[in-house]
């Protein structure tokens, strides 16, 4: 079969995957909710009720009863909205999700093909993007301990390096592997050179191999997306407008190299609805950074940082810079 058929059925396959994950995470988003407030469950039977009576009531062309209906279905679904906020969950925290709006994850609008799957048939099939190139080489397969010491304990960790190394890939594998049962967002932090892009990208390439949207920017595209944004909300159908809400929508945003993007107070702030609504919707975001926590914490608002050192999981990465060693090795044999 021809590359691109292969993509297409592939994406197509994926969409629907798609779709099936959106009704699952919304019955299970409900159970929750009814659970914790009956009241709303009380609130969505009285909806079914007056649904079933707007259809009967269509059906004998009764158009004041039909009217009425109308405004109480309108009333309750504002009911509902306020009791789901007064319980500090977003107002269409039931509605189904869409990782695109536009097309309702179909991929298509009219039969014409939606913006996002363009996108994502265009990245399927470029050569030039780097991600689908590294991905070939950087997955769980070829991660090599063999760079990490394992002489020198960390006074601090108490491990040695590829100790570390090794609990933090455990941790990683499962990552994976619970994605779509466990919201997990994942701070990776080290010195430069010590695996912390390339494990990230053993992630995005074991969830892409299972059909998940992945998002990948570094921090610099991240903040010139939002910079980009912040003026032009109207081309809601350019290429730049879709990514923009890619980065909220999608399964798993990594964010690359944080700390090395040119920010303002306007990215940074950005930057926090960011972190904020994905984990309100309970998205998964992977950031690796150079920095140290301390340096995180004077970068950014304290609210960022509370966000971040308070909800995610920290894989502090330790050792000698892996590019070194395989620049010395090189220059041996
Ligand atoms: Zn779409």
Same mark, same amino acid.
């Given at each position: 079969? @021809?590359?691109?058929?292969?993509?297409y059925?592939?994406?197509?396959?994926?969409?629907?995957?798609?779709?099936?994950?959106?009704?699952?995470?919304?019955?299970? #988003?409900r159970?929750?909710?009814?659970?914790?407030?009956?009241?709303?469950?009380?609130?969505?039977?009285?909806?079914?009720?007056?649904?079933?009576?707007?259809v009967?009531?269509?059906? +004998?062309?009764?158009?004041?009863?039909?009217?009425?209906?109308?405004?109480?279905?309108?009333?309750?679904?504002?009911?509902?909205?306020?009791?789901?906020?007064?319980?500090?969950?977003?107002?269409d925290?039931?509605?189904?999700?869409?990782?695109?709006?536009?097309?309702?994850?179909?991929?298509?609008?009219?039969?014409?093909?939606?913006?996002? /799957?363009?996108?994502?048939?265009?990245?399927?099939?470029?050569? !030039?993007s780097?991600?689908?190139?590294?991905?070939?080489?950087?997955? /769980?397969? @070829?991660f090599?301990?063999?760079?990490?010491?394992?002489?020198?304990?960390?006074?601090?960790?108490?491990l !040695?390096?590829?100790?570390?190394?090794?609990?933090?890939?455990? +941790?990683?594998?499962?990552?994976?592997?619970?994605?779509?049962?466990?919201? #997990?967002?994942?701070?990776?932090?080290?010195?430069?050179?010590?695996?912390k !892009?390339?494990l990230?990208?053993?992630?995005?390439?074991?969830?892409?191999?299972?059909?998940?949207?992945?998002?990948?920017?570094t921090? @610099?595209?991240?903040?010139?997306?939002?910079?980009? @944004?912040?003026f032009?909300?109207?081309?809601?159908?350019?290429g730049?407008a879709?990514?923009?809400?890619?980065?909220?929508?999608?399964?798993?945003?990594?964010?690359?190299?944080?700390?090395?993007?040119?920010?303002?107070?306007? !990215?940074?702030?950005?930057?926090?609805?960011?972190?904020?609504?994905?984990?309100?919707?309970?998205?998964?975001?992977?950031?690796?950074?150079?920095?140290?926590?301390?340096?995180?914490?004077? #970068?950014?608002?304290?609210?960022?940082?509370?966000?971040?050192?308070?909800?995610?999981?920290?894989?502090?990465?330790?050792?000698?810079?892996?590019?070194?060693?395989? #620049?010395?090795?090189?220059?041996?044999?």
């Amino acid at each position: 079969m @021809h590359q691109e058929e292969l993509q297409y059925n592939k994406l197509l396959r994926s969409y629907e995957e798609t779709r099936t994950r959106h009704l699952r995470e919304q019955k299970e #988003r409900r159970e929750t909710v009814y659970e914790k407030l009956p009241e709303l469950a009380a609130l969505d039977r009285k909806l079914a009720e007056s649904s079933v009576a707007a259809v009967k009531a269509a059906l +004998d062309g009764d158009s004041s009863a039909l009217d009425r209906l109308g405004k109480d279905n309108a009333q309750i679904a504002s009911e509902k909205k306020a009791l789901l906020q007064s319980a500090g969950y977003p107002a269409d925290y039931l509605e189904l999700p869409y990782t695109c709006p536009d097309c309702k994850d179909t991929g298509f609008i009219n039969k014409e093909k939606c913006h996002c /799957f363009k996108q994502a048939l265009t990245f399927a099939l470029s050569e !030039t993007s780097t991600l689908p190139h590294l991905l070939k080489q950087e997955n /769980f397969e @070829h991660f090599s301990f063999s760079y990490y010491d394992d002489m020198t304990t960390d006074s601090r960790l108490q491990l !040695t390096p590829r100790e570390n190394m090794e609990k933090i890939v455990a +941790d990683a594998k499962q990552f994976v592997d619970e994605f779509d049962s466990v919201s #997990r967002s994942i701070l990776i932090y080290g010195n430069t050179g010590v695996g912390k !892009t390339f494990l990230s990208n053993c992630i995005a390439k074991a969830l892409l191999d299972t059909a998940h949207h992945v998002v990948y920017m570094t921090s @610099h595209n991240l903040f010139e997306v939002f910079e980009a @944004h912040r003026f032009d909300h109207t081309t809601e159908s350019s290429g730049d407008a879709s990514l923009y809400q890619y980065i909220f929508h999608c399964d798993l945003l990594i964010i690359d190299d944080l700390g090395t993007e040119l920010s303002n107070s306007f !990215t940074n702030s950005m930057l926090y609805t960011c972190i904020n609504e994905r984990q309100l919707r309970k998205k998964s975001t992977v950031i690796s950074t150079n920095l140290s926590l301390e340096q995180l914490r004077d #970068r950014y608002s304290e609210r960022i940082f509370s966000r971040i050192t308070g909800n995610y999981t920290l894989w502090k990465l330790i050792g000698k810079d892996i590019r070194v060693l395989k #620049r010395m090795e090189g220059s041996f044999s």
